[in-house]
């Protein structure tokens, strides 16, 4: 019998990284580099039974430095851009040139509570729903444009 024959190969265990004797020993079979990279692990002592307030404090200190600086960078802000929008909502009237979040650009023929009438064109209006005006362009008639002269 060649020598190392009685060796399980390493596929047939599952763990590449060891091989069973024929007698059930275990013997390991480091591979490359495993020397090189694998240092000896140190445990570190226990502080005590409990941690103390101020480590508790120390761990919980980035959560917390997360937490406001996502609010003062995106929560607080879009807060201030919707009271915006609903203050500009709730001073829409008659003669206001609109856009809608569609891309619809139009003047302001009446208001209801939930619902405007925009006049896209001479003859033209559509219904739109007030919360859907992203833009108020003018708040008075603008000048007529050129293709409106008469020839």
């Known amino acids: 019998m060649a020598a190392g024959a009685d060796i399980v190969p390493a596929f047939a265990v599952g763990k590449p990284w060891l ?89 302001i023929r009446s208001v209801d509570d939930n619902e405007a009438r925009l006049e896209l064109a001479p003859n033209v209006e559509v219904r739109v729903i007030k919360s859907t005006i992203s833009e108020v362009r003018a708040k008075s008639d603008p000048a007529p444009a050129n293709d409106s002269k008469p020839a």
């Open 19 to 107: 091989a069973i004797a024929a007698e059930g020993q275990i013997q390991h079979r480091p591979e490359f580099g495993e020397f090189m990279f694998i240092s000896t692990a140190y445990a570190q002592t226990a502080g005590g039974s409990g941690g103390s307030f101020t480590d508790m404090l120390i761990q919980f200190a980035p959560l917390v430095l997360i937490i406001v600086v996502f609010y003062f960078l995106l929560i607080r802000p879009q807060q201030q851009r919707m009271k915006q929008h609903q203050a500009m909502i709730a001073g829409l009237k008659r003669g206001d040139t609109v856009v809608t979040s569609g891309g619809l650009i139009g003047k």
